[in-house]
């Protein structure tokens, strides 16, 4: 989806030094302190750049599920900037030991698990071939680290229409797969 909104090769390029200078402060933290210097201003960067030109940004407007995986996304680069910004301020000595804590958890806890709960109305439906039902249950749980309250509060975890519960997938030749029995596997072609 990020490649979407990037327009502009320009922003990918942008996009990839910063992750490349992330990636090269982070290795260089073993060897010396002022790699603090170079990882936090990228992680910062990285997040503002991502959350500007990010779909989420105006997919937030839509409702239902569209609208969790969006908040989602957007708390998730909240927590990258705050990662980011500690660690700039870390690097520069304006904070003690525990800067190290609040970067491992924003970045383990509220990023990374921000991206799992934006992502896993996608990706847990293409596994297990079910539809999941997006409830207001489904809220209570990213409010907590991750999501904005206010987003579930409106219509964003309304349920939907009923569902069968099954993900309905067209075939080559049309038609429902559930007219047409189960799959027939990789090698039918073979027999």
Known sequence: MARIAFLDEVVETVVEALAGAAVLGACLL?????????????????????????????????????RFMAASMLAGYVWLALAGAVWSLWGLGGLGSSAYEIVIHA??????????????????????HRALPLSPA???????????VWWCASEACSPGPPESGRVRRRRRGGGDRRLHGPHPGPRAHLR
């Open 30 to 66: 073993l060897v010396g302190q002022g790699a603090h210097l170079v990882t936090g201003p990228a992680l910062l960067g990285l997040a503002v750049v991502m959350t500007y030109y990010d779909v989420a940004r105006r997919t937030i407007r839509a409702g239902g599920g569209v």
């Open 107 to 128: 970045i383990t806890v509220g990023f990374a698990f921000s991206m799992i709960l934006a992502h896993a109305p996608v990706i847990i439906p293409a596994i297990v």
């Open 138 to 148: 489904l809220c209570g749980c990213p409010t907590s680290c991750c999501t904005p």
